[in-house]
């Protein structure tokens, strides 16, 4: 369905559960958008739905950790299309386009993921932000919690599985709370898999019940060999590009990302996190103040992307412990959440801020 770099563990995995009908009832799979989450698990979906017996797709399959559906049945083209009945998905939606382009969000899901298998949720979000607004944010919202309870209680439109895939499902927030009972007793041949940023940002009660997939940094080597298809048209990177992008395949084809504003954010990110990192004093919570104030011109997408990535730093952080590496990790996770949600995030920062080293003085 998708050429997604990487990620042969999972998908071997995945192969391997499908072959043994072992298939966990719910799972979690964690890491950045620009690993291909959501079209990883779009292709799991697929050859879980697909009319055609595995060990015919295998033994046709350009490699054995490929996983894919035949691509031919009627199952797999209506997944091709993303209409297929018994395929659920649940994403972050801006509140004021949700009436008047909801029911076409999933089109352009579609669309926008044929064009870029490593689609960012801001870069979905932002197609609807026809006015240019700042500071907006989407959300998973009660009433598409309602409706994933509606979709599951039904028997499968095919007879066999149903899917419910949520993506950025830490943006279902307190209302998580209402899937757990499903995921604690869901119906028969039912999965769910849930896609996040980072898996701590869930509720320890959601990770409970399902298991989890970790997301990992491709190595420049297993690209070398790849097909010049899988690149979207773009000229096979060079070792270099691929290490300043983290090894991350889709910041590598972020073809929207303007270069000058990605090093801002970026820049911007570090500067936060050095700030942070170290006990507040009065030169550096002026420092601070000046940096969330420029933080917090930015629109809501810069913002997310700004404050997802410094808690990717934080994670490797050498400057600081483990322990404290871990709570600066939490901490811009957490803000990067609570962005649009009429938060000051000046002010939430300095909290937190004063709250960490406080913590860690006693």
């Known amino acids: 369905m998708y050429n997604v770099i990487g990620q042969n563990e999972i ?183 849930l896609i996040a940023p980072n898996h701590k940002q869930l509720l320890t009660t959601i990770l409970s019940r399902c298991q989890l997939f970790q997301l990992k940094p491709v190595a420049y080597s297993e690209i070398t060999h790849l097909d010049d298809s899988v690149f979207n048209g773009s000229p096979r990177p060079s070792e270099n590009q691929w290490k300043m992008a983290q090894h991350i395949p889709g910041k590598v084809f972020e073809q929207e990302e303007d270069h000058g504003q990605y090093e801002e954010a970026e820049q911007l990110a570090k500067e936060l996190l050095d700030l942070l990192a170290h006990p507040p004093n009065p030169t550096s919570i002026k420092h601070l103040e000046l940096l969330a104030k420029k933080l917090s011109s930015a629109a809501a997408t810069r913002q997310h992307k700004t404050l997802r990535y410094a808690a990717h730093l934080a994670e490797e952080y050498q400057k600081t412990d483990k322990m404290m590496r871990g709570e600066l990790a939490s901490i811009l996770s957490l803000i990067a959440l609570e962005v649009g949600q009429s938060v000051r995030i000046s002010t939430r920062i300095m909290g937190l801020w004063l709250n960490l080293h406080q913590k860690f003085k006693l």
Not at 12 to 24: E, K
């Open 11 to 193: 998908q071997s995995t995945w192969s391997n559960m499908l072959a043994s009908a072992q298939i966990p009832h719910a799972m979690v799979l964690s890491g950045d958008d620009g690993y291909g989450g959501l079209s990883l698990a779009l292709n799991l979906v697929e050859a879980l739905l697909c009319q055609t017996p595995r060990n015919v797709i295998d033994a046709g399959s350009r490699s054995a950790s490929f996983l894919q559906g035949c691509g031919h049945c009627p199952s797999c083209k209506k997944m091709r299309d993303l209409t297929h009945p018994d395929l659920h998905i649940a994403f972050p939606m801006l509140t004021a386009a949700r009436k008047k382009q909801g029911h076409k969000a999933r089109g352009i899901l579609n669309t926008m993921l044929k064009a870029n298998p490593y689609l960012s949720v801001d870069t979905f979000l932002n197609h609807f932000n026809t006015e240019g607004k700042k500071n907006v944010a989407g959300n998973i919202t009660s009433e598409d919690v309602k409706q994933i309870l509606s979709n599951l209680t039904l028997s499968s439109f095919a007879g066999g599985w149903k899917a419910q895939i949520i993506w950025h499902a830490e943006r279902l927030a307190k209302e998580s709370n209402k899937l757990l009972k499903l995921l604690e007793e869901p119906p028969p041949k039912t999965l769910f898999v």
